[in-house]
């Protein structure tokens, strides 16, 4: 007996108790009801994951639970706004209770890790395609923005960059040594939620690297209306991203690769002495547009260009 959109709803996604004081009411009527203490701005953002455009198929479903959640988290941790509650669209070819029993797992693990309500969504049927709506709380007119970079700025980043990118070289047919590190990366984002929390008051522009370092540090620029340059020499990189650069000679992968979802934020010098929270400095806000790269003392001008849907 197939399960109709009712029951599947109620089978594998309300398993969940109430988490959030903000959530007054869940799963189950026509909409959900959410209150917005005194004091804070709701942040709200939407991600949608389309089967062989943003995975490939056959993704463990456990994986790509966590990692449709772990995407839109990270958008909010770019706000600095503490996640309450999400919606769940789901388009689906068929009804595979097995894999909905490991989607479901690998999505609510990590919504119960930060005390996030699944309030609502949706099922239809058609080809394998996955959204997300979040919403979090940030203090209000303290949100963090791309908006705020100033010439003198500090460029910083959280984590490492590339190992995501380096993940899908591996999954494309790339030999790694490390391969299990970096496909765990590319396939289980950790979205730094705490960090952008601690960033609010300290950091002025934010941003989470969902596209690439050279493509997202390019929307602070463009948002900013400022340049910057980086610093290769100080970025963060991994044992196994450098011998990837050394053997391939493509050292422009992890300026462009998508999915490490780490924090890249701009801080005064003054600020940068109050952070708590690990980050490496890899550049400098500067009045002059355009995003430049200082490789081992030659300055050269980067294409400032992220992944794009329909390019």
């Known amino acids: 007996m197939s399960l109709s959109e009712f029951s599947l709803i109620q089978r594998f996604f309300t398993r969940q108790s109430i988490k959030n004081p903000s959530t007054r009411l869940g799963i189950g009527d026509d909409c959900a009801l959410m209150s917005i203490p005194d004091g804070y701005e709701l942040a709200v953002t939407t991600d949608t994951m389309v089967e062989n455009v943003h995975f490939f198929a056959g993704t463990d479903p456990e994986l790509l639970g966590h990692k449709l959640l772990a995407v839109n988290l990270s958008d909010l941790a770019a706000m600095g706004a503490k996640p309450v509650s999400v919606t769940l669209a789901l388009t689906l070819p068929k009804v595979d209770e097995n894999w909905l029993t490991a989607f479901a797992k690998g999505f609510l693990n990590l919504a119960e890790r930060y005390s996030v309500d699944l309030i609502g969504g949706d099922t239809t049927s058609g080809p394998l395609t996955l959204t997300v709506q979040a919403m979090g709380l ?6 963090l923005m791309r908006s705020a970079a100033r010439p003198g700025d500090f460029i910083y980043m959280s984590g490492s960059l590339g190992d995501a990118g380096l993940g899908l070289k591996v999954k494309q047919g ?14 289980c984002p950790d979205p730094q939620v705490e960090a952008g929390q601690a960033l609010i008051g300290i950091a002025n522009a934010c941003i989470d690297l969902s596209d690439g370092l050279a493509g997202d540090l390019g929307h602070i620029l463009q948002q900013s209306q400022v340049g910057a340059c980086l610093d290769w020499d100080a970025l ?7 011998d990837y650069i050394n053997n391939t ?6 300026l462009t690769a998508g999915d490490d979802y780490e924090l890249c934020f701009t801080i005064s010098p003054e600020q940068a002495a109050q952070l708590k929270i690990a980050a490496t400095k890899i550049g400098v806000i500067e009045s002059q547009l355009g995003l430049r790269l200082n490789k081992s003392g030659h300055i050269q001008l980067l294409e400032v260009k992220g992944f794009e849907h329909f390019s």
């Open 138 to 143: 940030v203090p209000k007119g303290r949100a």
């Open 174 to 187: 790339y030999d790694c040594a490390d391969s299990e590190a970096a496909l765990a990366r590319f396939n």
């Open 236 to 242: 963060p990189l991994s044992k196994a991203v450098t």
């Open 249 to 254: 000679g493509d050292w422009s992968m992890p």
